[in-house]
């Protein structure tokens, strides 16, 4: 029972657009969101969170939209780079179980 | 970086022989959790612990253990090892685990193959 899902296992943009991920959740219990990225051969790597009470965070050429009534929250990648070329996680948890949950990950090449 | 060094970073090894990884942290973070990586699972949560001596299960337990003894050290223990355990596994750190939000903080993995 996935309770977060990533659908589009993989993205291809070219470099200088914008990359949008996506990543939906059923759990309305969760009321943290965060987003990682990861190499092959490394492990994830922390790049931007988002509370149930915001709806966007921002962070230099990465932002976070979230919808909660939608269950919803996608990544903003603005301009891609060859270095975002990684596979993104989508992960949440809820402020008292602390656990987190993933989805399964969108892999992102950026193309010259 | 987070101070994660997770031993040994690949191995290879037989049908029923136990193994037993390690993850060594340096941040005296109180929270620390171990993960299996599969296609199309994304990362799915083994065990945790929130102190020393003090684990939990998560969501895909069944065939591991753990211990932790130290708060630097944490380990995962795969009794009599199955194919169906191969995987690549991450161990994770925090500071505090619940009531804040904060990420957690992965090691670099170990890429273990049952044969």
């Known amino acids: 029972d996935q309770q977060v899902k990533q659908n589009s296992p993989s993205l291809s943009v070219q470099e200088g657009r914008i990359s949008i991920l996506n990543c939906d959740y059923t759990n309305s219990m969760f009321d943290y969101f965060l987003w990682y990225k990861k190499y092959p051969a490394e492990g994830p790597t922390f790049l931007i969170s988002i509370s149930s009470i915001k709806d966007k965070n921002e962070d230099g050429r990465f932002t976070v939209f979230l919808n909660k009534s939608a269950k919803h929250l996608s990544l903003h990648i603005v301009p891609s780079q060859p270095g975002d070329s990684a596979v993104y996680f989508c992960a949440a948890s809820a402020r008292d179980w602390g656990k987190l949950q993933f989805g399964a990950g969108t892999q992102v090449v950026v193309t010259p | 970086d987070a101070g994660i060094t997770q031993s040994p970073r690949h191995k290879v090894t037989e049908t029923g022989t136990p193994v037993t990884l390690r993850c060594h942290q340096t941040e005296n973070h109180r929270y620390m959790y171990w993960y299996r990586q599969d296609p199309g699972h994304g990362l799915r949560l083994i065990h945790y612990?929130?102190?020393?001596?003090?684990?939990d299960k998560g969501e895909v337990s069944d065939g591991y253990s753990v211990s932790r003894s130290k708060t630097e050290d944490f380990l995962l223990t795969l009794e009599s090892a199955t194919s169906s355990q191969t995987s690549v596994y991450f161990c994770?750190?925090?500071?505090?685990?619940?009531?804040?939000?904060?990420?957690?903080?992965f090691g670099d993995g170990t890429r273990l193959s049952i044969l």
């Open positions: 994770a750190i925090s500071k505090q685990g619940t009531g804040v939000e904060q990420p957690q903080h």
């Open positions: 612990s929130y102190g020393v001596k003090d684990t």
